[in-house]
């Protein structure tokens, strides 16, 4: 009975252990996309019309991974609104819910 009671106790214990690193690894990428929207706010705040190289990198992985419609797009033709809509698309689908709050 208690070996029983033990196993459930370290089974749910692992479970709540990832989903607490699920969870954090979600915020990360958040953070993530906070960090480069600022980078294209600069930007548009200095009329920048250019994407900088490494900038562009980044955002394209990040957007590939997560299979968004502007990767179909030559990356020399997406202005920097158009990088930042994409951005907050992909924040919008990691933002926690209601369900993921309560443990």
Known sequence: MI????LQIERLNEHHEREREHRYA????????DELLNEFELLNLADEPDVPRELTGK??????EEEHPIVRRPLREV?????????????????????????
Request: charged content about 35%; glycine content about 0%.
């Open 59 to 64: 955002v394209y992985r990040l957007v590939v």
């Open 26 to 33: 979600r915020r990360n990428r958040i953070r993530y996309i």
């Open 79 to 103: 202005p920097i609104a158009d990088w930042m809509d994409a951005l907050y698309d992909l924040q919008d689908t990691l933002m926690l819910t209601v369900e993921d709050d309560i443990d």
């Open 3 to 6: 070996d029983r009671t033990v």
